[in-house]
C-alpha cells in the first residue's frame, strides 16, 4: 500500500493510466460555480476526449442519475460507447460501489487520472479512496467543478495532504504524451489541441497561415 | 440620420437585421485577455451561428489576415461560405472600406448586430461609424474581445454614448426570437441553446431526462 | 408619455407602486451566474416580500413554466396566493403579453418596481417597454440574476440609458418607508429587516440584547 | 494521541461524530468579511442544522455574551433548547474552559465537526487544540466567518498543518451521509437540501416539476 | 433651479462649499462590506477633517442614533464639538427634515460635499434631493460605504445620472487647494496629507529624510 | 466653445492633434495603485512614444517637482530634449497656469490626447477645462494611473460626463492611423508595437519566425 | 534546535515572546502593493502596538535607511524611544547582523513575533533563519506587506513549509491574551481594539451606546 | 540523492548557482494569462538579466522552435549570445534531453534557479525531476507564466510538495546579493532595479532627486 504522505515525483506513463469520468452529469452540471459554463464545458470534454486522445482504459459513472442528478451529456456517452459505465443507485464515494471498484480493478493500472462534479465530495472522496488503496491519483483540476473556488481550492488541498497529484489538463496531456515525436504525438495530438486548448489551436493555425501565405507584414523585420 | 443621443429603446427585428462578424481572426484572438480562450471561442461561435439560427443576412470582413493577424477560423468559414466576405488590406475602420460599405448597404436593413476583436478598436470604431451613418447598432459584448476587461468597459461605455446599444448573446437571441412559439422559436432554437448556451442546454437535458424517466427521488415531494 | 432621456430624481410613493416579480422560476435561478445562490435566493425572497411588507399590489408573472424554466418557488407562490399570475406561454417580453399588460394597468399605479430572471432579458426588456409606455420603472438590480456580473452591469446601464432607476433592495425598503415613524415603519418593517437584511437584523438584536443585559464590559468606557 | 502531521483519509462516521457550534453570536457576526452577510448567515444555519439532519450530539459554546459579542442567533437556540451550552466568561479558545471540555468528553465520539467566528481565532484555536488532544478534527470552513478572506485561508493553511480536514458543508453532509439509501439518506435529507443548499433544492424542484407536467418543450428531443 | 441634466464641468469654490458628514453612526458602519474597516474608518475621518483642513461649514447628522444605528463616532464629534448637529428620529432622507434644510441654507453656500452610510440610501437618497433644489453636489464615494461595492457602483451611476459629481477624497482636497501656494496650501495641508493618505504622506516624509541624510546610494547616480 | 453634452463620434486626426504628457513624476508613480508597476511604466511610455510615432506636438508638464512629486522619468525626458515642457510650481490644474495654456494654443490643434498621474486629479481636472474651452479630450485611461480602480473608474465617468473619449492606447493608435497602408503606418509602426505592446509584438515575431522557417508541424494541417 | 518540519500547535506564551518591527520604513512602504496604503499603514501600526499592550521585549530594525529605503514612520519611533534598533548598513537578511542576532538573544525569548516588509524578503529571510536556528516564528501576515498578493501568497506558504506560523493581528492578540479576565485583558486591551480593530471597536461603542440610552427601538423585541 | 520531502531553509549562493531560461518563445508567451503581457515580459526580462547582474552560468532552452511556440524572443538572445542553448526538437521535459542534462551538469552548481512557460508543463516537470537528481530548485513564479492563475497556484503547490522553493524575481535577487556592500552590490544591482523593478527604481530616482534639489515643501518638516 502506497505511502499517502508520499510526494515524490511520479510521471504518468500512458501503459499504466487509467481515465475516470466521475459524475459530470447535467443536472449536477448547474452546480458548478467556480467557472463559467461554457469553459466548464469545455474542460469536461476535454477531460473526457483524453481517453481517445491516448487509447487509455476508460470509465464512466454517475450517481442515481434518475432524479435531480441527470444523466451523463450525451458528448460522453457517444464517445465512449462500449466503455465500462457503473450507474451507482446511492453511493456518494465511487470506491463504495463494488462494480466500480472491480471495473478499475479489472484495468490492472496503478495511475488514475480523475475529474467529476463536485470537486469537494465526487472527485476528493474517489480520490482520497484510491490513494488509501495505493493507488497514483492524478487529480484534473480544471475538469472537475465545484460550487465556489474557494470550495474547491480547499479540497484540492485536502487531496493533496494525501498524495493526490493536483494538475491541469495540459500537465496531463504533456506527462502522457512526452515527446512530441512519440505516438501519439505532433499528428495524433494536434487535432486535440485545436478542439480542447483554442489558444494553442489557434496559434498552431496561423502559424500554418502564415507558411502557407508567406507575405511579411511591412516593418515586421526590423 | 439618427440622433447619436438618443437611447430610445428599439426592439431587435430579425427582418430588419444583419449580422456582422469582425475580424475574429486567429492571431487577433491571442490579444483577446478578458475573457479564458476557452469561453471567448464559444462566445465567437454562438455569434457567428445567429445568422444561421435567424436566416440573418451575414457579412464576414478580415484585417490584413495575410499577416500577423492570421486567418478567420475555418469554423465561422465553413458555416459562410457564400456571404460576403471583405478582406481589408489595410482600413483599420471597416467602415473606410468601400467594399464594407457596399455589402452592408446591398442588405437594405438599418438595424446591425455586431461584433469584433479588439473591443476598443474593431467593434467600436465601425459601431460609432454606423451610428454616425443613421444605423441602429447592437454590440454584442460577449462576443467581442478585448486586451483586459477594464478597456473593454471603456470602449462599451464610449459606445454607449453614441447610441450603441450593447448587449449580451441571449439578449440578441431573444429579442430576435420574441416569442418561443415563432418560427424560429422552440423547435428550432433549442438546438442553438443546447450547442452554444451550456448552462441552458444541459438544463433541457436534464429536464428532458426526467420526464423521460419519471421516477420522483425519495424526498423531493415534501 | 414619459421621456425616456429624463433623468429627474422621483421618489417612490408606495400609495402609487406596484411590485413585479417575473420569471425567477427554479430552473432559470440555475442560469444565475452573478451571485452565489444562497445569496441570490436571499434576495429573490427579499424582493418579494416587499409587497407583503408595503401591501403594495404584486403580480406574478412566469414563461413556459412547463418547460426547462420550471415553476416559480414555492415560497413566493406561497406568500401570494391570490395575485395576479400570468403564466405566459411563449412571449419572452412580459409586456408583449395582453393579460399581463392588463393585470399591470389595472392597478393604477405608475411607478413600478421590477426584478427577475435573467437581467439582460426577462428585466430589461420588460423594464424598457414600461418606460416606452410611460411608467417609472425602479428596477432592483439585487434581485435580478444574470449568467455573469458583466452581463448584469451591462444590462443594466442599458436600463439607465432609458431613464430606468436601477437600484438596491435597501433603497427601496427605504424610499417606500421614508420615515421609521410611518406606517408601515419600525414597528412593522424590523421583522422585514430581522429576515431578508441579516446585517441589520443582527445589528439590531445585538442592540437589543445589550439593553437587556445592561453589562458595561471592561473597557468599553475608556 | 494522534499523530499531528498525520493526515491520512479519514471518513466521517455519523456514529462517531459530535456537532460544534462556536460563538455564531450576532456582534461576532458583524466581524465577518469573507463573505456577505446573505451568504454567511446561510451557512451558519445549514452547519448548525447538521445536528438535527444526522441526529449529532451537539455542543454550544459562546464567548462573553453580554459584552459586544452578543447573543447566539435565536434561531440556533431554538434548534438546540437541551443541548449543551457553555457560556465561556473569558477564555478565548474553548477548549481552556473544563466545562466545555467535559461537554465534548461526555458525548464519548472522536470526531469533531467544527465551525466558528472567526476562523483565525475561535475556530483555530479549537480546532488545533482537539487535533492535540487526539481528535480527528473536520473544520467546515464555509460555516467559519473571518475578518477578511486572506486571514481566512493563512487560517485554514494552520489547521491544515496539525491535520485539522479543511472542508465544505457539502462534503460533511455527503461524508456523513454516504449513500442515498441509508438512514438519514434521500427522503430525510432532502428538505435539508431544499432549505440550505438552494442550488440542489431548487434543481430538485424542477426535476420533481418536470415529472408532474411530463411536458416536452418542442426542440428539446432532437 | 438646477438642470438636472446638465454636467457642465464645475470647480469646487472654497468660499461657496459646505461640508455634510450623513450617518457615519458606529452602528451603520458594520454595515459597509464594499471597504474593510481600517480603509473606511480612514476614508470616513479624512473626509471629516476637510472641514478643519479649509474652514468650511461643516454639519452633522444622524439618524435615529438611539437604536442599532449607535451614535457618531466620538472622534468626528470631538472634531466639531460647535458644528450643527441634527439628530433625525425618522427621516431616512435628511432633507425631509426641516432642521437640516434650515441649517443647509443657512450656511448660505451652493456647492455640498456629501458622504455617508450607506451610499445607496443615506447618501444618494440626499444628494439627490439637493440637486432637486439647485444645489451643486459633490459626493465624495469613497467615505460613503455600502453593503457591496456592486450596490455603491449603482448608486452613484444613480447619482451621476441627476448630475451629482461622484469623486474621490483627493479630488475633493485638490478642487478646495487649486494651489500649492494658496492658503490654505503645502504648509497647512501637508498635515492632513500626513494623517489621512499615507502613501502621499510617506512619500513626503522620505523626501524629508532624503534631504537630511543628503547621503547618495552607491549606484542611484548612475 | 464646445457643446460639453455632445458625444458625437469624432475621429482622432494626427494633423490637429497634440499630446500631452501631465505629471508622470517618479515620486507620484508611487501613489499609483490600480496597475502594478511593471504595467503601469510601460503602459506610461507607450503613452509618451505617441508623440515620436505620429510627429505630435508634445507638451510635458510636471507639479512641484522639487518636492516629493519628483522629477519626469529620464525615458521621457531623453525622448523630448526639446518640447515645451512647463514646470508648474503650485497649479494643480495645468489649465490654471498660463504658460501651459500657451503652450497648448501655441499648436493650433484641437484634438487633445492626454494622460497623466493622478487620474481623478491631474487628468480629470485638466481634461474637463479642455473640454470647458472647447477641446476635444481623448484620454488614455491606460496611461492614467490612480490610487484605486474605483476612483479611477468614477474619474473616467466623470470626465466621460463633459464628452471626454476615454480610450485605450491601442484605440489612439489605431485611430491615428487609420490605415496599415498608410504613412506613418506598418513599417514605420511596426517597432512601436514590438517594444510597447508585447502581446502583438510577440504575434508578428513569430509569424515573421514561421514564415523563415517554413516548417509544418505534423498535424497543423489536419 | 528546533525540528524545521514540525508543524505542532503551539500557543503564544506572553512571558516567552518578543516582537520584531523589520523594515517598516516609509520608502519601502511604496512597495507594499497587496494592501491598500490605508489598511496596511493600520496594520502595521497595530503590529507594532502589540508590544506596548502585552509589554513584550521589542526590537526595531531598518535596512539602509539613509537611501531610498528611508526611515521608519515616527509614529513607531515614539512608541519606542528606548527599544534595540539596530540600523543595518547591508545585510537583507537582519539574522546576519551580529547586533540583531544579540539583541534577539538578549530577550532570552524563545517565540518570536515578526512582521516587515516586504514579505518575500524581510520578514521571509528572518523568519526562516530564526527557524533554522530553534525559535518558534509567528509571522504576522497582515503587518506584511508586498509588491503582491501573490508574491505574498507564495513567500508565506515557504515560511509555513519551515514551521513558521503565519497568522493574523487578532490571532496574536488573542493568543497572547487567552482570557478576557487576565491582566492584560478586557480593560488593558479595549483600547487596542478600539484604535486598531475598527470592526471590533465600533462594536463595543455601538454597544456601550445602546447600554446608555437603554432605548428599544419599536419592532426590535418582535 | 536529495530527500524530497526535506523543505530545510536553504539560502542561494551565487557561487554555486546556475540560471535556466526555459521555453520562453514568443508563441508561448500567448498562452499566459496569469499576468498582462507588459508585466509578463518585464518578468520574463528581469528573470533572464539575473545571469547578467550575478554572473551565474545560464542555459537557454526552446521546444520545436519551428512550430507554432516559436523562437525564444531576440532581447534574450541578445543578452546570451554565447550561452549554451538546447533547442529541443520534441521533448516536453527538458530533462529528458541528453544535451541539456549535460549543460546543467556541466557548470557543477547544485542550485538551480529556473523559470518558464508555462508554468505547469515546462517549469514544473523539470523543476521536479531535477529534485528527482538531487538539485535543489528555486522556482521564479513570477517568470513563469501559465494559462490560469489558478492552474499557476495549482502547478506551484505542485512543485512545493517535492521540495521546489517557490518565490519571487525580488527574493532571489537578495538571496543571490545578500548584502548591499557586497559585490555585485548596490552600485552593480541598482541600475538592475532601474530597469527591471520599476517601484523601487522609482523610489531610488526620487531619493536622488531630493538629494539633489534639497528644497524641503512647506509643510513637510511639522
Known amino acids: ?93 465511487a470506491w463504495d460501489n463494488a462494480d466500480f471498484r472491480k471495473a478499475v480493478e479489472a484495468t490492472g493500472k496503478k495511475q488514475i487520472i480523475i475529474a467529476g462534479i463536485v470537486t469537494d465530495v465526487c ?27 474557494r470550495v474547491a481550492d480547499d479540497a484540492n488541498a485536502r487531496m493533496r495532504s494525501v498524495g493526490v497529484h493536483v494538475l491541469s489538463t495540459f500537465a496531463v496531456v504533456c506527462e502522457l504524451m512526452r515527446d512530441w515525436r512519440n505516438t501519439p504525438g505532433s499528428p495524433q495530438l494536434m487535432p486535440w489541441f485545436d478542439k480542447h486548448y483554442p489558444a494553442y489551436g489557434y496559434l498552431a493555425r496561423g502559424h500554418l497561415a502564415a507558411i502557407k501565405s508567406g507575405v511579411v507584414q511591412p516593418g515586421e523585420d526590423e
Chains 1, 2, 3, 4, 5, 6, 7, 8 share one sequence.
Open 123 to 149: 472527485t476528493a472522496f474517489l480520490a482520497m479512496s484510491l490513494r488509501q488503496e495505493g493507488y497514483s491519483v492524478f487529480a484534473n483540476a480544471e475538469a472537475s467543478g465545484c460550487s465556489s473556488r
Open 1 to 93: 500500500m502506497a505511502n499517502l504522505n508520499s510526494n515524490a515525483f511520479e510521471r504518468l506513463d500512458k501503459k499504466n493510466a487509467v481515465l475516470l469520468i466521475v459524475d459530470h452529469q447535467v443536472g449536477l452540471f448547474q452546480l458548478v460555480r467556480d467557472q463559467s459554463p461554457e469553459e466548464y464545458r469545455a474542460n469536461v470534454l476535454a477531460h473526457a476526449a483524453l481517453g481517445k486522445a491516448f487509447d487509455l482504459p476508460t470509465i464512466l459513472t454517475s450517481s442515481a442519475e434518475n432524479g435531480p442528478n441527470g444523466p451523463l451529456p450525451k458528448e460522453i456517452l457517444e464517445m465512449y460507447p462500449d466503455a465500462p459505465f457503473i450507474k451507482r443507485n446511492g453511493e456518494v464515494n
